[in-house]
Structures are given as C-alpha cells and as structure tokens.
C-alpha cells in the first residue's frame, strides 16, 4: 500500500464535515460507497458492497459495508476492518473553525493561535497533520479503505475474506455499530462467513508526557452507568435530628464509590480507570427551610473483568456501608447534642435499606397485587412527552416507583441508566482468540525488527468504542442489566441476540497522535501512513491463514 494514497484518502475524508449527528455522516457514507464503486472488484460484484440504513435514525444515515472474497482456496474465514465515521463538532476551533477540516489551510491559522511548546514542535515539523476527525479517526478508516483497494487488487492471493465496514454515531450513542450488527449476521448467513476477528484503527495516543511508546490493544474497556436514587427523612432545619438529609447520604456515597481503587479491575498488569461522577444532585425544586428528601448520583464506571451482576453486587456494599457510616455519624453527633442541650438521649430509628431496582419494583408490584404496571405504562407514557434525557428518564421512573412503596424509611436504590458499553477480554482460551493473539503478536514483531519504534501489546483498548458489540457477557449477567435499567427497552436497549451471534475477540491498530477531541488534533505522518497499515494488512493475512 502506498502512504502518498493513504494520506491523500485521510485528508479528503477530512475535508468532508462529518459532525455527529449531522447530514454530514450521510455525505461521507456516500463518499465512501462511491470510492468503492470505482473499483474493478465492486463493479464486477455490485452485490458486495452495500449502503445500509441505521435502523430507526431520524437522520437516515447510512453504514457502508464492502465485502471482499479471496479466490484462494474457500475459506469461511472472515475478518472484519471496522471505523467510525463521525467526529465531534468544531466550536473549540474558535475564529478559525472554517479551516477545522482543510489540514493545509489549517496548519497556517493554528499559527495565529497560542499553542503550547509541544504543538509548535510538531506544527513546524512537517511530520504531523492536523484537522478536526484526521486523528479521531478518518486516517484509520483511510488505512480500511487502502487496504481494501490492495487486497482487492491481489484478489487471487487472498484466502478467507474481508469485510469492511464504516458507521456512523461512534462519538454518539454507537447508533451504527448497534444497528451494524444485524448487518453482520445477515451477511454471514447469506454469504457462508465465519467471523474470526474485528480489527478496529481507532486512535492511539501516548498515556503519560513524554510516553513514546506505540501501543496495540487486544482487547477493549467496558462501561456501565450506575445510579443510586436516596431517598431520606424530610424535617424541619430547627429540628434537624428528627431528619435524614438525603444530600448527606448522597455525599457518603460518593466519598465510597468516587476514585475507589478496590473498585477497579485490574487485569493481567492493566487497571480499569476507578469509577468518577458525572453527576450528583438533590431533587429540591424551592426554597423552604425544610430539608433535603430526594438525592441523586451516578457514575461512570469502566470494567475490565467486571460483569453487571458483579458491579451491582460491589456497589450495593458500598451503599450499605456508606449508609452505615452515616446513621453512626449521626448517631455520635445527636449523643453530644443532646448533653450539650441537656435533653435525653434516644437512639434515632434508622437502619441501613439498600435495594436494586429490581428489588423495589417486585416490592412494589406484591404490594399492589400487580397494578403498578399499568401505572408505571401510563407514567410512561406522559414521561416521554417531555423528551427527557434518558438518565432522567430512567431517574423518574424511579421516583414514581419508591412514591407507590408504602415504605417510607430513608433508602438508597440502586439502578442502570444508558449506556452499556460491555468489555471484551481476549483470554487466549478459545482457538479464535489464540489465533489474534498470534497474529497480532507476530505482525508487531516482524514491524519491530523494521521500523525504529518502541512497541507494546497491551489488553484493552482503553477509550469507549465500537469495539465493545462484537461480544456480549453471559444471559445472567446481561439480566442483571436490563433487569436494573428502568429505561430498557423503551428509551434503550442492544442488539443483545445479534451481538451474542457475532462473539468475535477485537483488537486496535490505530494510527498515532495527539490531543482527539481538542482543537490542536493531529496525527504523525511517519507512523501513521507508514507503519500502521503494514501491521494492519499482516494481521489480516496471519489471521486469514492460521
């Protein structure tokens, strides 16, 4: 493959405004569809390539799937080259936001701007190219597409297949990949395919300053959405002992979960990035001097090797302890009070109560002989009305629910709120992960004897991506999930049966570069265009072959 026509494609691709959730990512699907149209393989094989609706987007955008066959042999073998076609919007580029997308025009207004020394270093180089989606992550959808004209031009070396594929959504809600993965099962079965592997070439980024390393990852991060919903026991401030502040349970509560690193997975040498709020509110609407009854957080939370069963399992403990932390509290704090005040002592009657939503709606339910699901439908129904934000969305159900309880003792309830993102941990236990692991490990090989380069092999690609629907966890723990997600189904849900259909270990092989998402994004010509596409096209040949 030559890197003078890997780089023309990347920088044109660039050129084509491709926001999410914009008409953008339809006009770069197009593109996409068109190149492969001019090759000699397609127009002998229309069928091949396809323009695929995302199931149900208001925006009709389109997949681009391009199916290659080897000649040699009859091999089912097929590997899947997969990017994303989006980037996230262009205001941080300020004044000069109109070249975001031309990386030539651009290289001269970032001059204007007050750059750090780093990005002075690499602008004057002549070694990087900057622009909005040329590192996140059109170079790597550039390399797919190069890679795809190569093959196809050498068909009758080629053993096994190879499908491409673009989606759009991936800075999203991964609208395309989820609806991709019905694609990739009708494919499979009307084209005899066995999926052995996806390659994806995302991005990679150094992970520390000063960190030259170049990283591939066989594997990828999941990540999972927990919310607790507290509830407390409202009072009057002059009366504050008779009262459980829900903000101080809500505190406790993040003080546990926030940054913990028992909550971390740690995999062979790699750990998952502890959980960390995005949010965390009390549901007061006035002014009044009555306290706090309704509190609410949630959390970002990466997995490694941690399930949903197991995530709601750790963190019910944590809510448990932190609850038991906060009676004691108040508990020693209303003893010293009441000497102080010279009024007898009586321990408050609180007790620790932590429940699942799944444990509250079946509470629910009992208690109202069943009638709580054509309330809840109803509630629903008038909820959507409102548009609201699928975490709110997911946050009212729960309210609704703990209203209709007859219990009215403070409580944490614990739930899921989208998005889901699973990990995949490629274990080397079944004979397809073998087979990357070799062939990753042999195409980083033969590039370390050739290229001056510092390499390492690590297990998870450590930003969220596509990646994560190539294979799903066991039905019980994905139970625990849907079960625990008042929204499922209604406001979100997965392609869990097509996902469990594909079950194909991944691996990423991205381009090299600096600051995805800022406006001083760029990508290193040298590694990018040179050597990344030669990993890419000798992992596909050894997992074709083995």
């Given at each position: 493959?030559?890197?003078?026509?890997?780089?023309?494609?990347?920088?044109e691709?660039?050129?084509?405004?491709?926001?999410?959730?914009?008409?953008?990512?339809?006009?770069?699907?197009?593109?996409?569809?068109?190149?492969?149209?001019?090759?000699?393989?397609?127009?002998?094989?229309?069928?091949?390539?396809?323009?695929?609706?995302?199931?149900?987007?208001?925006?009709?955008?389109?997949?681009?799937?391009?199916?290659?066959?080897?000649?040699?042999?009859?091999?089912?073998?097929?590997?899947?080259?997969?990017?994303?076609?989006?980037?996230?919007?262009?205001?941080?580029?300020?004044?000069?936001?109109?070249?975001?997308?031309?990386?030539?025009?651009?290289?001269?207004?970032?001059?204007?701007?007050?750059?750090?020394?780093?990005?002075?270093?690499?602008?004057?180089?002549?070694?990087?190219?900057?622009?909005?989606?040329?590192?996140?992550?059109?170079?790597?959808?550039?390399?797919?597409?190069?890679?795809?004209?190569?093959?196809?031009?050498?068909?009758?070396?080629i053993?096994?297949?190879?499908?491409?594929?673009?989606?759009?959504?991936?800075?999203?809600?991964?609208?395309?990949?989820l609806?991709?993965?019905?694609?990739?099962?009708?494919?499979?079965?009307i084209?005899?395919?066995?999926?052995?592997?996806?390659?994806?070439t995302?991005?990679?980024?150094?992970?520390?300053?000063?960190?030259?390393?170049?990283?591939i990852?066989?594997?990828?991060?999941?990540?999972?959405?927990?919310?607790?919903?507290?509830?407390?026991?409202?009072?009057?401030?002059?009366?504050?002992f008779?009262?459980?502040?829900?903000?101080?349970?809500?505190?406790?509560?993040?003080?546990?979960?926030?940054?913990?690193?028992?909550?971390?997975?740690?995999?062979?040498?790699?750990?998952?990035?502890?959980?960390?709020?995005l949010?965390?509110?009390?549901?007061?609407?006035?002014?009044?001097?009555?306290?706090?009854?309704?509190?609410?957080?949630?959390?970002?939370?990466?997995?490694?090797?941690?399930?949903?069963?197991?995530?709601?399992?750790?963190?019910?403990?944590?809510?448990?302890?932190?609850?038991?932390?906060?009676?004691?509290?108040?508990?020693?704090?209303?003893?010293?009070?009441?000497?102080?005040?010279?009024?007898?002592?009586?321990?408050?009657?609180?007790?620790?109560?932590?429940?699942?939503?799944?444990?509250?709606?079946?509470?629910?339910?009992?208690?109202?002989?069943?009638?709580?699901?054509?309330?809840?439908?109803?509630?629903?129904?008038?909820?959507?009305?409102?548009?609201?934000?699928?975490?709110?969305?997911c946050?009212?159900?729960?309210?609704?629910?703990?209203?209709?309880?007859?219990?009215?003792?403070?409580?944490?309830?614990?739930?899921?709120?989208?998005?889901?993102?699973?990990?995949?941990?490629?274990?080397?236990?079944?004979?397809?992960?073998?087979?990357?692991?070799?062939?990753?490990?042999?195409?980083?090989?033969?590039?370390a004897?050739?290229?001056?380069?510092?390499?390492?092999?690590?297990?998870?690609?450590?930003?969220i991506?596509?990646?994560?629907?190539?294979?799903?966890?066991?039905?019980?723990?994905?139970?625990?999930?849907?079960?625990?997600?008042?929204?499922?189904?209604?406001?979100?849900?997965?392609?869990?049966?097509?996902?469990?259909?594909?079950?194909?270990?991944?691996?990423?092989?991205?381009?090299?570069?600096?600051?995805a998402?800022?406006?001083?994004?760029?990508?290193?010509?040298?590694?990018?265009?040179?050597?990344?596409p030669?990993?890419?096209?000798?992992?596909?040949?050894?997992?074709?072959?083995?």
């Open positions: 493959m030559e890197k003078d026509f890997i780089l023309k494609l990347a920088v691709l660039t050129g084509i405004k491709s926001v999410v959730a914009s008409e953008g990512e339809v006009e770069i699907a197009k593109w996409i569809y068109d190149f492969f149209k001019t090759l000699d393989y397609y127009k002998e094989n229309p069928n091949y390539l396809l323009l695929s609706d995302l199931k149900g987007d208001a925006l009709n955008r389109k997949n681009v799937l391009a199916l290659l066959k080897g000649q040699k042999g009859n091999s089912k073998k097929t590997v899947i080259l997969i990017g994303h076609i989006d980037t996230v919007g262009v205001e941080d580029y300020g004044n000069i936001k109109e070249y975001a997308t031309c990386p030539e025009k651009l290289k001269s207004a970032l001059k204007t701007k007050e750059l750090d020394e780093d990005t002075i270093k690499d602008l004057e180089s002549g070694k990087w190219l900057f622009g909005r989606g040329i590192f996140d992550m059109k170079s790597g959808v550039a390399i797919n597409m190069a890679l795809i004209k190569y093959f196809s031009e050498k068909i009758g070396e053993e096994g297949n190879v499908l491409f594929l673009a989606v759009p959504d991936e800075e999203g809600n991964s609208k395309g990949m609806s991709a993965a019905e694609d990739l099962v009708r494919l499979a079965e084209h005899d395919l066995e999926y052995v592997a996806a390659v994806d995302d991005y990679m980024a150094p992970r520390f300053p000063g960190d030259d390393k170049k990283y990852y066989i594997g990828t991060v999941g990540k999972i959405l927990p919310c607790f919903y507290i509830y407390g026991k409202e009072t009057h401030v002059g009366q504050a008779e009262g459980l502040d829900a903000n101080l349970l809500a505190s406790e509560i993040l003080k546990e979960v926030d940054l913990a690193f028992d909550l971390c997975d740690v995999v062979e040498g790699e750990a998952s990035t502890p959980p960390i709020s949010g965390q509110r009390d549901l007061k609407s006035e002014y009044s001097v009555q306290t706090v009854n309704e509190a609410y957080l949630y959390f970002n939370y990466s997995t490694h090797s941690s399930k949903p069963d197991e995530v709601l399992e750790k963190l019910k403990a944590k809510a448990q302890k932190a609850f038991e932390n906060v009676l004691k509290k108040l508990n020693d704090d209303y003893v010293r009070y009441c000497q102080a005040s010279g009024i007898p002592y009586k321990k408050l009657p609180w007790k620790p109560q932590v429940l699942t939503f799944k444990e509250l709606y079946d509470a629910v339910k009992a208690e109202t002989k069943g009638k709580i699901v054509e309330h809840l439908r109803n509630f629903k129904e008038n909820l959507m009305k409102d548009k609201p934000d699928d975490r709110i969305y946050l009212q159900i729960v309210r609704e629910l703990a209203r209709q309880w007859s219990n009215k003792n403070p409580a944490v309830i614990l739930f899921f709120a989208p998005p889901y993102y699973p990990h995949i941990y490629v274990k080397g236990q079944t004979e397809k992960e073998k087979n990357l692991i070799t062939a990753v490990n042999s195409a980083v090989a033969e590039a004897a050739r290229f001056p380069y510092k390499f390492e092999i690590k297990k998870f690609y450590p930003y991506s596509d990646l994560s629907y190539f294979s799903i966890p066991e039905e019980r723990a994905v139970e625990a999930l849907i079960d625990n997600m008042p929204g499922w189904g209604e406001i979100y849900s997965l392609p869990v049966d097509y996902i469990r259909k594909l079950d194909v270990p991944v691996v990423n092989i991205g381009p090299y570069g600096k600051d998402h800022k406006f001083t994004e760029r990508v290193n010509i040298p590694y990018s265009f040179e050597v990344v030669e990993i890419v096209e000798k992992t596909v040949r050894l997992l074709l072959e083995g």
